[in-house]
């Protein structure tokens, strides 16, 4: 039995796939199902439960998961706490992003990061809301980037910035032209909206029913890119970050128009496990995101094919 072993089957476990896993770890599938195999040989118990679709494991393999887990993050931290020894910063960090923070931002912050320090290592997933919490809490990422944090009794939130809402709509919309305008003036209006239960849904349904206003929304949506393209046909507006519009607004496929008295922001956040110490590669890109808290400019965003989930 060895540390990659248990690492494969961690990653069988919560990938809850043999194919998966294995193409995590760049071997085959066969391999991993050696793996678990040659673990329930030496432990003489089942630990995968291979008739269930997904894969789960077995009431043994569930304790032995959650030990083999904590110790391959121990072994992940002291392998990062030697390697930087002498202030050298030469470890890895795995953080896990929203698709709507963009590609752009994210990965200016990397090769910020490893241009300060060449001998880290910074693995960047961008993930559905969902899975983002899931990875940290069972210890894939060691950070993650999530939309309207909060704080748990297995997660620690931290704020990091703020975006400014505005109305989006299409070129040809009546509202296109306009500096700003007023929530109240949404009433009767079609609007393109998030799934009702997407926490941003809920905040922008709040703060407009607040103003008086009963917009008629026409569709319904998990994510940013399939809004966009919808308000790009007329189909009606939408309240959406600032920043994630930036592309289309340069291209002059989309305008925005602001919001005013009110105060619509989308908060970003930072968070990692609760009660684990982040490992010191991790601490530093986490500085380095600090720093940046109030990068709110519109840019050009590279992520036009994937889904920007909010």
Known sequence: MNLKSLKIFCDIVTRRSFSRAAED????????SQVVSQLESRLGVQLIERSKRP?????????FFDGC??????????????????????????????????????????????????KANVRLEYLHPDRVL????????????????????????????EEPIVLVCAPGNPFAGRVQMELKELHGQRM?????????RHEIDRVVAASGAEPNVVMEFDNIETIKRAVEIDAGVALLPEPTVGREVAAGTLTTVRLAPEDMVRPLG???ARGKPLPPTAARFVE???????????????????????
């Open 288 to 310: 380095l995101l600090r720093g940046h808290a109030h990068d709110l400019e519109p840019a050009a965003d590279a992520s036009a094919d994937l889904v920007a989930h909010a």
């Open 134 to 161: 899931e990875s940290v809490e069972q210890g894939q990422a060691d950070i993650g980037i999530v939309s309207y944090p909060r704080s748990t009794r297995s997660i620690e939130a931290e704020p990091w910035r």
């Open 192 to 200: 393109v909206g998030f799934d009702p239960d997407l926490v941003i």
């Open 69 to 118: 887990r904590k110790l391959v993050a121990q072994y992940d931290a002291l392998e990062d706490e030697v390697r930087t020894l002498h202030d050298e910063v030469a470890g890895r960090v795995r953080v896990a992003a929203i698709y709507s923070v963009g590609l752009h931002h994210m990965s200016r912050y990397v090769q910020e990061f490893m241009s300060r320090h060449p």
């Open 25 to 32: 770890n760049g071997i085959s599938q066969s391999g991993a």
């Open 270 to 272: 930072i968070i990692h």
């Open 55 to 63: 894969l789960a494991p077995t009431r043994e393999g569930k304790v």
